[in-house]
T-cell receptor
Framework: SQELEQSPQSLIVQEGKNLTINCTSS?????LYWYKQKYGEGLIFLMM?????EEKSHEKITAKLDEKKQQSSLHITASQPSHAGIYLC?????????????FGPGTSLSVIP | SQTIHQWPATLVQPVGSPLSLECTVE??????LYWYRQAAGRGLQLLFY??????ISSEVPQNLSASRPQDRQFILSSKKLLLSDSGFYLC??????????FGEGSRLTVL
């Protein structure tokens, strides 16, 4: 089954700085999802990537899926305190089912005003 | 619009006591429902998933069970809690491929 790794584990940036979070899969991804979690709350869906080379944006957050569909990056431009939280990548456990989503360990982001 | 609710929000239980966490969804019918657990050092782990009433798929062998007595109700239970059951439990429903909508979470501390 699918396994996901994320790097870095945690990140502290100054407000206004750009940052990148990476997600790597042990198998080809048929769907890669990015979520954000505020501390102590449920996750919020950000975006879904399916095609190799695909890129999507949500406000100041841009995510890309590489051509081989085994790695995704999430990039935040001009970070703000509201971007702070835990970012998790998710993928379909079975590879193609779209029914069961598993998640990476998450990247904790702190933004210093 | 669709909403999802979980309760209780927090609870502290002794080892060996029973557990019941409830999740209900409104504004949608026949949703896929999920229970996840988030614990320190173990990330967000898929525990159970259900595609319909009485249909439960267990993803990880453990001390917990799940039931779906009604279309929009999902219950997580245990007969006897272990210390390792402590964590943040999240219920979710799937609105589209990979798009999960999560509840507010239930934080369980087993002492």
């Amino acid at each position: 089954s699918q396994e996901l790794e994320q790097s870095p584990q945690s990140l502290i940036v100054q407000e206004g700085k750009n940052l990148t979070i990476n997600c790597t899969s042990s198998k080809t991804l048929y769907g890669l999802y990015w979520y954000k979690q505020k501390y102590g709350e449920g996750l919020i869906f950000l975006m879904m990537l399916q095609k190799g080379g695909e890129e999507k944006s949500h406000e100041k957050i841009t995510a890309k899926l590489d051509e081989k569909k085994q790695q995704s990056s999430l990039h935040i431009t001009a970070s703000q305190p509201s971007h702070a939280g835990i970012y998790l990548c998710g993928a379909d456990k079975g590879g193609t089912s779209y029914d069961k989503v598993i998640f990476g360990p998450g990247t904790s982001l702190s933004v210093i005003p | 619009s669709q909403t999802i609710h979980q309760w209780p929000a927090t609870l502290v239980q002794p080892v060996g006591s029973p557990l019941s966490l409830e999740c209900t969804v409104e504004g949608t019918s026949n949703p896929n429902l999920y229970w996840y657990r988030q614990a320190a050092g173990r990330g967000l782990q898929l525990l159970f998933y259900s595609v319909g009433i009485g249909q439960i798929s267990s993803e990880v062998p453990q001390n917990l069970s799940a039931s779906r007595p009604q279309d929009r109700q999902f219950i997580l239970s245990s007969k006897k809690l272990l210390l390792s059951d402590s964590g943040f439990y999240l219920c979710a429903w799937m609105g589209g491929p990979g798009e999960l909508f999560f509840g507010e979470g239930s934080r369980l501390t087993v002492l």
